[in-house]
T-cell receptor, first 116, second 109 residues
Framework: EAGVVQSPRYKIIEKKQPVAFWCNPI?????LYWYRQNLGQGPELLIR????????DSQLPKDRFSAERLKGVDSTLKIQPAELGDSAVYLC??????????????FGEGSWLTVV | GIQVEQSPPDLILQEGANSTLRCNFS?????LQWFHQNPWGQLINLFY???GTKQNGRLSATTVATERYSLLYISSSQTTDSGVYFC???????????FGKGTRLHILP
């Protein structure tokens, strides 16, 4: 069974440019997460989807970040315009259902963003 | 909000040694998980352990929910155990999973 797939794996862009990340969760997983991980820190949740509905986007900087999950499967995370402080690893994860029900969360390999 | 604190922040051990990593959490645990992040950044789920003890090969974990801590034991360490170990939990009120800052483990050959 394929795991969570993310692309691109690495991205270097100049500040003020846009960037987009794509995620394909594990088949059948209803819950999808986007996390951001800064160097030396643990992942921080940006947004969580239950199917196609964003149920928690309280940590998403909405002035420049946007996300969508069309048809409740694949998801994209966009940053426009990017700032130097956005340099981080963007992790996508999925779980069968809500983790509060005991479901394990599975992470992709991450998209490493460097803004110069 | 939920706070997750891990200790020690860094640990350097010789291959073959045993280690204990600790995770303290501030809220009643609903779902506590341990993860290993390898040097290439991949996060792998090790245990889902809101309470009790589980073992998987050389790794085991114990969560004492009433005292709000969890321990991850690694026995007979191997160089492939190197990386960062995170614990993460979400509370009863939502599914917002909060990660600790991790314990960076270096196993020397």
């Amino acid at each position: 069974e394929a795991g969570v797939v993310q692309s691109p794996r690495y991205k270097i862009i100049e500040k003020k440019q846009p960037v987009a990340f794509w995620c394909n969760p594990i088949s059948g997983h209803n819950t999808l997460y986007w996390y951001r991980q800064n160097l030396g820190q643990g992942p921080e949740l940006l947004i969580r989807y239950e199917n196609e509905e964003a149920v928690d986007d309280s940590q998403l900087p909405k002035d420049r970040f946007s996300a969508e999950r069309l048809k409740g499967v694949d998801s994209t995370l966009k940053i426009q315009p990017a700032e130097l402080g956005d340099s981080a690893v963007y992790l996508c994860a999925s779980s069968l259902d809500q983790t509060s029900s005991g479901n394990t969360i599975y992470f992709g390999e991450g998209s490493w963003l460097t803004v110069v | 909000g939920i706070q997750v604190e891990q200790s020690p922040p860094d640990l350097i051990l010789q291959e073959g040694a045993n280690s204990t990593l600790r995770c303290n959490f501030s809220d009643s645990v609903n779902n506590l998980q341990w993860f290993h992040q390898n040097p290439w950044g991949q996060l792998i789920n090790l245990f889902y352990i809101p309470s009790g003890t589980k073992q998987n090969g050389r790794l085991s974990a114990t969560t004492v929910a009433t005292e709000r801590y969890s321990l991850l034991y690694i026995s007979s360490s191997q160089t492939t155990d190197s990386g960062v170990y995170f614990c993460a939990q979400d509370g009863n009120r939502d599914d917002k999973i909060i990660f600790g800052k991790g314990t960076r483990l270096h196993i020397l050959p």
